[in-house]
């Protein structure tokens, strides 16, 4: 039986006082592709904000990779980020310096002391989005589908239980949009649990995987012809 990764029962999700999405249950096992779908503002990135604990968990209980949300405390969260790897439609590299130095970066930050395992851990992960020649380059200097593979090759470096992708293709066009979405199916395939948010449904069509709805505060699994 493969491991749980994401375990929620009866979770509700606020934003504040808000009811966003109520009575919210799901399993994603290890190595599963998840898509979170529904029309704008009908409570995608909230959820996902909810599994990363940007959101505190106020009703239900959830478990993401090991992680007890309802028990969670503030001093925690950095230890739950780091089994988790986060794509945002944004990208948010750092735009001071050059590729290497934003996964030095992430990797100094998370306790990595020793230059040449980070050299060798920065190669790996470029090597896996198809970027390792472009280490030198400024984020303003690569495409939006670059910067995303970038934003990837970052999720990764911690060898994350669980990637979480807010919109990964919110602003790539359609080709683009392919070749992030191919990263992230072979990411997939070598065994990574990815749950992302889209409204893309050519990706979903193209890419089949379960696929749950956001809607009128449910979230609820739908097969593809009743999308
Ligand atoms: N920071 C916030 N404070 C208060 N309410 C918020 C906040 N962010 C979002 N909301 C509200 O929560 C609801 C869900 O928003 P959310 O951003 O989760 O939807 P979404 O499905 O991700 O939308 P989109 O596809 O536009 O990103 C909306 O009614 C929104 O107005």
Not at 1 to 27: C, G, H, R, S
Not at 158 to 183: C, F, R
Not at 184 to 212: E, S
Request: proline letters at 4%; charged letters at 30%.
């Amino acid at each position: 039986m493969p491991e749980t990764i994401v375990k929620l029962q009866d979770v509700a999700v606020f934003q504040n006082d808000n009811l966003v999405l109520k009575d919210v249950n799901l399993e994603v096992k290890k190595g599963e592709f998840v898509y979170v779908i529904g029309k704008t503002g009908s409570g995608k990135s909230s959820f996902m904000k909810t599994l990363y604990a940007d959101i505190p968990l106020k009703q239900g209980d959830a478990s993401v990779a090991d992680f007890d949300l309802k028990q969670l405390q503030e001093k925690d969260i950095p230890f739950l980020r780091r089994k988790l790897g986060i794509v945002f439609q944004d990208f948010k590299l750092l735009p001071d310096r050059n590729v290497n130095n934003n996964l030095r970066f992430v990797l100094k930050a998370t306790g990595w002391t020793d230059d040449s395992k980070m050299d060798s851990k920065i190669e790996e992960v470029l090597t896996k989005v198809g970027m390792k020649t472009k280490g030198f380059k400024f984020p303003h200097e690569l495409s939006g589908g670059e910067q995303q593979r970038i934003a990837i090759a970052r999720a990764l470096l911690n060898d994350p239980e669980l990637i979480l992708a807010d919109e990964p293709t919110g602003n790539l066009d359609p080709q683009t949009s392919v070749e992030v979405m191919k990263v992230l199916q072979d990411i997939n395939q070598n065994g990574r649990t990815i749950v992302m948010a889209t409204h893309d449904y050519a990706l979903i069509l193209k890419y089949p995987h379960k696929t749950l709805k956001c809607d009128d505060s449910k979230m609820f699994e739908v097969i593809q012809k009743a999308m």
